[in-house]
């Protein structure tokens, strides 16, 4: 009944934007589980990165140009977001929530007075838009998963074996023992955030494509964001990944149907799956 | 004779307790119109039964809901349908509005009130995201979506269609949404709310159902955010779902923040500080995000988390003028 095309079709856009909800919630993951921070700044990384694509193809014509700026301006942003944010450290989750909802404010209104505030549509490059043969899928979809999973790659292979992936696991595991190693756990706090914010603009670049810049598109993703880091377990960068895909996946199901369906459907799943497992999939207690 | 004016000072003495009822009835009937438009007052003694419902929760309880504009929303439409599609009389379906919110919480409170945190954050968020779509599309024959729709106030027993008359009606329902939470604030109930907060497990020693007394709490509160939300489709005598987007949630918790999630008066503060600046920034310059944002965060900073009448109340402690004022 259903055609194989399409369940091939959808699948590979559902692990396409759950890759992207990963990539953006994966710095929401880790400064929420160890520091307690509700960062809803990180949101505004997103934003940067899609504009930033949308900066580059008009002006230089250049999508690489675009990832590889957004990498840049987001870590060195992230660096110093942290530097305002490191007072939030040991207050009330409440409290974070309302500091970084005011930063967030701001943020948007910087960007509106850059960038404007009408919608504006990024095309997706051209030698990665060729639709691939009997599928009909753009290869920029199949190109946004091959990236997302090499990067993800990258990071895991980054926490394990180099030196300052190992203090982030450290710090994320026991920070006294840590400051005892006489290690400064700031290094630690700096690399989590400036990565995140890395990670996020990247997500923002790979999603401008597919969605269009606005300065409320921070809306959106804020929630979807949320959802990945809790059904995926709070801090944990595998179930980050996992959480991604899963809800991914339902979006893209769901939106086949009907396309309004698709946020009811990622929102039940999450209710589901926090009913059955309240710390979410990969989570610890 | 004695025993006649140990009556009569008890009852005195009882008066003094509503004193601030009766200055705040004064103050929003008599004062505040006189300087600031009726249909502002009107959204923010809505939106502050909204932040009533939700300090329920987050000052007794300590649990934070990201998603009370569900219940918003369900009391809005129950109220809208009731008078649109059932003719029902105005009046009539300011009382189902609550009994609707109240059925709502009972049917997903079950699920919700198991666990505080970022569970009982989330899971609220996901069925006011869920309440959200189904009513921006499902119904969108009836609700008209984004667009909205307009309810005619006309038709019942008493003409709704005036500014005075809506303003006198919201102004009623507010008082005593005040009255109960006063009472309520001073109960046993509200004790035990705080001892859960404290520590839920030597409540459960004590021989206390724990779940049964949240998930009391939780209908209370998303019966009086539906009310909230039938109040204010009654001052716009219209409705659009555009108020009812999740990310919008965030609002109420700023409110709360803003007036104080412990204080009986923080709602109100909190709701009309919000609004207020929102209202007038916005009117005189279009990027009121950037003014509205500085704000906020000096407030927050300087307030350090216990929000405009957590710091008054903490002053007037200092200067002992509270045990004058009715606490």
Known sequence: MVDIEIIIRQTMYGIGIGMIFALVALGLSLTFGKMKIVNLAHMLFYALGAYLVFTTTTLAGSFLYGILLSVAICFILGMLSEQILKYLYGKTIEYTFIVTYAILLIGIDIIKSIWGVDYKAVASPKELSWAIPFLGIEFYRVFVIIFSVILYLLIILFMRYSMLGKIIVAFIDNDEHLQAMGINPRIATLLMFALGSALAGIGGSLHAPLYVTFPYMVGDMLLYAFATVVAGGIGSVTGTLVGGIILGLGYSYAGYIQPFLSPIVVFLMLFIILIVKPEGIFGTK | ?327
């Not at chain 2, 008890?10 to 006189?34: A, H, N």
């Not at chain 2, 569900?70 to 009539?92: E, K, Q």
């Not at chain 2, 102004?171 to 859960?196: E, G, P, R």
Request: glycine share 8%; net charge positive.
């Open chain 2, 1 to 327: 004779m004695l025993r006649y004016y140990n009556v009569q000072l008890r009852t005195l003495k009882s008066l003094g307790k509503w004193t601030d009822v009766f200055l705040l009835l004064v103050l929003l009937l008599v004062v505040l119109p006189l300087f600031i438009p009726r249909f502002l007052l009107a959204d923010i003694l809505a939106w502050s039964i909204l932040i009533f419902a939700f300090n329920l929760l987050y000052g007794f309880l300590g649990y934070l809901s990201f998603g009370h504009l569900a219940y918003f929303a369900v009391g809005a439409y129950t109220f809208t349908f009731a008078i649109r599609y059932l003719h029902i009389d105005p009046l009539l379906a300011i009382i189902l509005a609550p009994l609707a919110g109240a059925f709502v919480g009972a049917l997903f409170g079950v699920a919700v009130v198991r666990r505080g945190d970022i569970y009982f954050a989330l899971t609220n968020l996901s069925i006011s995201v869920v309440v959200y779509y189904v009513v921006l599309f499902f119904l969108k024959d009836y609700t008209g979506g984004d667009a909205g729709v307009f309810v005619p106030l006309k038709s019942g027993i008493i003409d709704l269609s005036s500014r005075g008359t809506v303003y006198l009606v919201i102004l009623i329902v507010f008082t005593l949404v005040f009255i109960l939470y006063k009472i309520l604030s001073k109960s046993t109930f509200a004790l035990l709310l705080q001892a859960i907060k404290e520590k839920e497990d030597r409540i459960k020693f004590l021989g206390y159902n724990t779940f049964l007394i949240k998930y009391i709490a939780y209908i209370i509160s998303t019966s009086l955010a539906a009310l909230g939300g039938a109040m204010l489709v009654l001052s716009h005598a219209y409705v659009s779902a555009s108020v009812f987007f999740p990310v919008y949630n965030g609002e109420i918790i700023v409110m709360s923040m803003f007036g104080g999630p412990l204080s009986i008066y923080g709602a109100i503060v909190g709701a009309s500080t919000y609004l207020g600046l929102k209202y007038v920034i916005a009117a005189y310059i279009i990027r009121w995000e950037l003014i509205v944002g500085i704000i906020l965060l000096t407030i927050m900073v300087l307030a350090r988390g216990l929000g405009i009448c957590g710091v008054a109340e903490k002053v007037l402690k200092r200067t002992k003028i509270i045990s004058v004022v009715s606490r």
